[in-house]
């Protein structure tokens, strides 16, 4: 029934690919000729070229037989000389089935990509392929553009991989600063709900970089992100503490909030809330609230402090409360 259907929609609308597919796959459960299958999976992948899935049940009536898929990719090639599907799917064939033939499956993703530059698939697969050939620079602009030209949630796998390729990669240090940062506008941009890359951006800017502007507007990118969480919200402070001085007011409202989400709300707290109740001492210290630093220190030297399920002791905040102690009694 599924067959007549599809075959009365032909009739109608000759040039449907989404008509000649399913029709191919109705005639696959009925066990029509191979040759058959072949001609209509290859008309439906003519017909939709932006498509992938043609092409996986075409290849898919030859699971096991390396030569006839690409042949059968070739075809489409030959008859489509502009198909970025196929590409990719020779690519595929050729990385994954032996004999192994990587100059190859490069040679035609790189074919892929000149076609259309803007495909995120193509891009990444290109990534993937020259992931840890030693270039690491190429590597991060191909996983760069794959994110870019992607839509937003749909590299998240990719995106972990560029974050990871940032800080931990042996090199990373030598990567551009200009690519650095266009990788990590991407991920940002991209995952609008994901604090950790603009942190762990922010995190880059400043202690590796130096350059305290680009840490904020990663680090602001992180709050935005996620603005109920106390590790960014303190991060974020801590840039306008310790590094922009000229708004140095702007860090308590955060750190305010960071002991809100814990002492008012029920957060459980972690090392942001730890850590912003350490950097409350500093603020109130130069602010001269010699009686709220103590205050904070004492907050800060809690048992229940513990970071990984470790004490995590701050000696920091007791020398400002030491520091604050001896204002106090000069005073007096």
């Not at 000649?20 to 000729?33: D, K």
């Not at 891009?123 to 794959?146: K, P």
């Not at 912003?276 to 220190?297: D, H, S, V």
Request: hydrophobic letters at 40%; one cysteine or more.
């Amino acid at each position: 029934a599924a067959d007549l259907q599809y075959t009365k929609a032909l009739e109608i609308a000759p040039e449907s690919g989404l008509a000649r597919l399913n029709q191919t796959v109705a005639r696959q459960w009925l066990r029509v000729p191979l040759a058959t299958l072949e001609k209509g999976y290859l008309e439906a992948v003519r017909l939709l070229p932006d498509q992938d899935r043609p092409i996986a049940l075409l290849l898919s009536l030859h699971p096991r037989d390396r030569a006839k898929r690409l042949e059968l990719l070739d075809q489409v090639v030959a008859a489509s000389p502009k198909a970025v599907w196929a590409r990719v799917w020779i690519a595929h064939v050729c990385r994954n089935e032996e004999p192994i033939d990587t100059k190859r499956a490069l040679a035609v993703l790189r074919e892929a990509e000149t076609i259309a530059p803007g495909n995120a698939d193509v891009h990444l697969h290109i990534a993937q392929m020259i992931e840890g050939s030693g270039d690491l620079a190429a590597t991060v602009l191909e996983y760069t553009l794959a994110v870019e030209n992607s839509a937003p949630g749909a590299m998240a796998a990719a995106s972990d991989t560029l974050d990871r390729l940032l800080h931990t990669a042996p090199g990373n240090d030598k990567i551009a600063l200009a690519d650095r940062e266009r990788a990590y506008d991407a991920v940002c941009a991209k995952n609008p709900a994901v604090g950790r890359y603009g942190n762990n951006a922010g995190f880059w800017f400043r202690d590796a970089g130096r350059d305290y502007e680009k840490s904020l507007k990663y680090y602001s990118a992180s709050v935005k992100a996620a603005p109920d969480d106390q590790d960014f919200l303190n991060d974020t402070a801590l840039i306008y503490l310790f590094h922009l001085a000229d708004r140095k007011e702007a860090c308590l409202p955060m750190f305010e909030k960071v002991l809100r989400l814990v002492e008012r709300d029920g957060q459980p707290p972690v090392r942001g809330y730890w850590d912003a109740l350490e950097n409350l001492c500093k603020y109130w210290f130069e602010r001269g609230e010699f009686k709220k630093t103590i205050e904070y220190a004492d907050k800060r030297k809690s048992p229940k402090a513990t970071l990984n399920g470790r004490p995590y002791p701050s000696f920091v905040a007791m020398q400002w409360k030491a520091r604050a102690e001896r204002e106090l009694a000069k005073a007096k």
